[in-house]
T-cell receptor, first 113, second 112 residues
Framework: DAGVTQSPTHLIKTRGQQVTLRCSPK?????VSWYQQALGQGPQFIFQ???????QRGNFPDRFSGHQFPNYSSELNVNALLLGDSALYLC????????????FGNGTRLTVT | QKEVEQNSGPLSVPEGAIASLNCTYS??????FFWYRQYSGKSPELIMF????GDKEDGRFTAQLNKASQYVSLLIRDSQPSDSATYLC????????????FGKGTLLTVNP
């Protein structure tokens, strides 16, 4: 049973560039959430996708956008990268309800120089 | 006021002891409570979840919830060096609020 898979594992970008991160959910899960985790902090909610729509969004600027595909996989796009965007980006999948536990992928480590 | 608060630690316990990790939350409407373990450089791993007041046990782990006090805790019995990690408390608002709010985590070190 494949868990949540994310790609790439590491990425180095320059300020002002754009990046796309990808995620495939755990088998049987149809809901995908994205989190940003800065060093020494807990994960911060970016947004959640369900039925190919953004269902809820956290306090992140419009530079952060996403997409969910019919097979439930998802992408996170970040435009106009800032140094402060350097973080571990975590994708988590779950069943649709708010009580459903999140299962995290291994994350993508993004470094902006 | 922070939404989910944890003592950042580090919490150091000897091998075989009980480790007690605590968490408080500010939203009285919170419905679901989760504990995740995160090893350095790795992603969070779900340990337990609890929805109702009281205790929930799973092996060496016990989660305790007191909604009146807005307090949730995790006890780890017979602590092992492999339990050394950061433990994240996470809270979900329920209803149409799907966001999981995390604390900053407590670093636990189990000394052999």
């Amino acid at each position: 049973d494949a868990g949540v898979t994310q790609s790439p594992t590491h990425l180095i970008k320059t300020r002002g560039q754009q990046v796309t991160l990808r995620c495939s959910p755990k088998s049987g899960h149809d809901t995908v959430s994205w989190y940003q985790q800065a060093l020494g902090q807990g994960p911060q909610f970016i947004f959640q996708y369900y039925e190919e729509e953004e269902r809820q969004r956290g306090n992140f600027p419009d530079r952060f956008s996403g997409h969910q595909f019919p097979n439930y996989s998802s992408e996170l796009n970040v435009n106009a990268l800032l140094l402060g965007d350097s973080a571990l980006y975590l994708c988590a999948s779950s069943l649709p309800g708010p009580k459903s536990p999140l299962h995290f992928g291994n994350g993508t480590r993004l470094t902006v120089t | 006021q922070k939404e989910v608060e944890q003592n950042s630690g580090p919490l150091s316990v000897p091998e075989g002891a009980i480790a007690s990790l605590n968490c408080t939350y500010s939203d009285r409407g919170s419905q679901s409570f989760f504990w995740y373990r995160q090893y350095s450089g790795k992603s969070p791993e779900l340990i337990m979840f609890i929805y109702s007041n009281g205790d929930k046990e799973d092996g060496r782990f016990t989660a305790q919830l007191n909604k009146a006090s807005q307090y949730v805790s995790l006890l780890i019995r017979d602590s092992q060096p492999s339990d050394s990690a950061t433990y994240l408390c996470a809270v979900s608002g329920g209803g149409s609020n799907y966001k999981l709010t995390f604390g900053k985590g407590t670093l636990l070190t189990v000394n052999p």
